[in-house]
């Protein structure tokens, strides 16, 4: 067990193999322990950091900096205290909320190399697309002090391409309905992947106003909120909401297949975290908001989802336009994986991992024929 003292507090992390650095953070419903089969496989290469965030697992409770901003302040001071210069960073759930967050600080961003996040949780107003909303107005505005809009952008027709395989059609010109359609037919098509492809994405509006009004965020750092406050500012916050009506424990049964061989190590895990640091951790989104973070990123960065993650479900098809429409992004969507792609099925995210890690454009990633006869 390793250990530094930071802001006061113990941090735990512990670190494996030699070679260039990489973090890893973990989710809500556990800790750095579920890292451990990936840490042992990639060792041979890289030097593999994974961490427990301020409330989890071994670390001290810190109750100040159990917002996203807190564990994002956590990771600069490990990595100033490491000597670590530059690093592939990969987060999961809270840790890629937090990954996001750490990525477009001031000075922050050139420590990172490139970046994976899986599950992360991307909500908000101004890219969710409902049957009420389609008259507003198309310019999102971004609030200086919460980095959330406050409008929601029209609903808009565009050229949107799925790839579930080699001969899956391209349809042009979709309509909302129709791209909602497209989008659950690929994930029932039994293929490993789902593509949201940004490179035929167009809108009917002028995407140039788009883009210019989504950077439109305070240059400062935002003050933190109170614990009530944020607990209090959740009310577009799915998330939030639903670790305020129950027990992390709870949680894990509902979320995780309680009959996976890794179930009981999770649940001591979760069983060790503060429910405060998951509570204010999750409410904190709705100030330290990850999707308009990671529209912000200027890093090479990896989203994937699993498709059959209840936890934390794929975003909507708007939102999956506007991730995939970053030239920096590359969304993949996983079938038949939940919420922990690191542990339902180890040898087939090793593999993409590794191509991750070794690919010199994120964009030509592609999955293997050899994973997908794992699944047939």
Not at 204 to 210: A, I, W
Not at 343 to 369: G, H, N, V
Request: overall charge negative; charged content about 20%.
């Amino acid at each position: 067990m390793s250990a530094i003292t930071v802001s006061g507090d113990l941090l735990h992390y512990e670190v494996l193999g030699r070679g260039r650095p990489v973090i890893l953070l973990h989710s809500w419903l556990g800790s750095w322990r579920y890292w451990i089969p990936t840490m042992q496989q990639l060792s041979v290469k890289y030097r593999i950091y994974a961490l427990d965030l301020w409330g989890f697992g071994d670390s001290g409770k810190n109750k100040p900096f159990y917002h996203i901003e807190g564990q994002a302040q956590l990771l600069e001071q490990f990595l100033e205290r490491m000597g670590i210069s530059k690093a592939v960073f990969i987060g999961h759930g809270l840790g890629a909320a937090v990954m996001a967050h750490f990525a477009t600080r001031p000075n922050c961003g050139k420590l990172v190399h490139r970046m994976m996040v899986i599950s992360p949780p991307l909500f908000g107003a101004g890219f969710r697309n409902t049957s009420s909303d389609t008259s507003t107005s198309a310019t999102t505005t971004t609030s200086t002090n919460h980095d959330e809009p406050t409008e929601k952008p029209t609903a808009t027709t565009f050229t949107f391409t799925v790839t579930a395989s080699d001969d899956a059609p391209t349809v042009a010109r979709l309509s909302d309905a129709d791209r909602a359609m497209l989008l659950r037919a690929a994930a029932k098509s039994g293929t490993d992947e789902t593509v949201a492809s940004s490179k035929q994405l167009t809108s009917d509006t002028d995407s140039s106003t788009e883009a210019q009004s989504t950077e439109q965020t305070s240059t400062e750092t935002p003050k933190p909120l109170s614990t009530q406050e944020i607990i209090s500012n959740s009310a577009s916050n799915p998330l939030a909401n639903m670790v305020q009506r129950m027990k992390p424990q709870a949680l894990l049964s509902r979320h995780v297949d309680n009959t996976s061989p890794d179930f009981e190590k999770l649940r001591v895990e979760v069983e060790k975290a503060d429910e405060e640091a998951i509570r204010v951790s999750c409410s904190s989104l709705s100030q330290y908001n990850p999707l308009q973070k990671l529209l912000k990123v200027s890093t090479p960065t990896l989203t994937l989802f699993g498709a059959n993650d209840t936890f934390i479900q794929m975003p909507d098809e708007s939102i999956l336009e506007a991730v995939s429409n970053h030239d920096q992004i590359r969304l993949l969507v996983l079938q038949n994986t939940r919420h922990f792609p690191m542990l339902e099925d180890t040898p087939r995210f090793i593999r993409l991992l590794k191509e991750f890690l070794e690919a010199p454009d994120l964009q030509q990633i592609e999955m293997k024929d050899e994973w997908k006869r794992r699944l047939r």
